[in-house]
């Protein structure tokens, strides 16, 4: 009778819940607290569960077929992130990166064996606990000495500080009328009729839920502009 599971099946669930984890640490621990953007820690977490079965059950294959595979299957997973349909901040691209390649890495790492000539090979779990806490430790690293930079679009009445030679005008004005610290301010939209203009201010903040990278406006957003 066939049986219903390979041998090193066991261990590739140990394996599958060690990635779990500490993707899972890495999305809730130091992603979300700072984004707090729920529909990417759904999609982070469950991109990790099916690359890493995706990439498993590819290189059960037979050893040519299996090269070929994970290659194509690689080269797809790095198009979806590619050509996708909305655009992703850098940030959630960069732990979107993060996730699928430890879910790869845990996936494609060998269960450990022994040679006829006596030879161990595959990968100890101890070296995957290795590469996951020095990537964890980087990114917390990163995380903690740089400064969150939140922006937000502000419809500006004041179009006179618009220009060049008063950006530190400008940047002092919304200042004190936001009650936050100015990093940098970008001018889109001007209307000269309305004395209006749309500006991107960056300012320090505390978590990232205000990022828009966007100078375009929803009509919906500002009629008026």
């Given amino acids: 009778m066939e049986a219903l599971f390979s041998n090193d099946f066991v261990e590739t669930l140990i394996r599958f819940m060690l990635c779990l984890i500490v993707n899972w640490g890495i999305v809730n621990f130091l992603y979300f607290k700072?984004?707090?953007?729920?529909d990417f820690y759904f999609t982070f977490m469950i991109i990790s569960v099916v690359i890493y079965f995706l990439?498993?059950?590819?290189?059960?294959m037979e050893r040519g077929k299996a090269t070929m595979g994970v290659g194509l299957g690689?080269?797809?997973?790095?198009s979806i992130m590619r050509y996708r349909t909305d655009s992703m901040p850098v940030r959630e691209m960069t732990y979107l990166f993060?996730?699928?390649c430890l879910s790869v890495v845990h996936a494609m790492s060998s269960v450990l064996d022994v040679t006829a000539n006596g030879i161990i090979t595959g990968t100890p779990l101890v070296e995957l606990l290795v590469i996951d806490m020095i990537t964890v430790a980087a990114i917390m690293t990163f995380e903690k000495t740089l400064k969150v930079s939140a922006t937000r679009l502000v419809q500006y009445d004041r179009i006179e500080?618009?220009?060049?030679?008063?950006?530190?005008?400008?940047?002092a004005d919304l200042a004190k009328r936001l009650g936050v610290?100015?990093?940098k301010v970008e001018v889109g939209g001007v209307d000269f009729l309305r004395d209006m203009?749309?500006?991107r201010v960056s300012y320090v903040g505390e978590n990232m839920t205000d990022i828009n990278n966007k100078l375009k406006l929803?009509?919906?957003?500002y009629a008026h502009v």
């Fill in 218 to 221: 929803k009509e919906a957003d």
């Fill in 161 to 171: 500080l618009i220009k060049p030679e008063r950006h530190e005008e400008l940047k």
């Fill in 74 to 78: 690689l080269f797809g997973i790095f």
């Fill in 98 to 100: 993060v996730v699928v």
């Fill in 55 to 60: 990439v498993y059950l590819m290189m059960g």
């Fill in 197 to 199: 203009a749309v500006l």
């Fill in 181 to 183: 610290t100015v990093l």
């Fill in 34 to 38: 700072k984004s707090r953007r729920r």
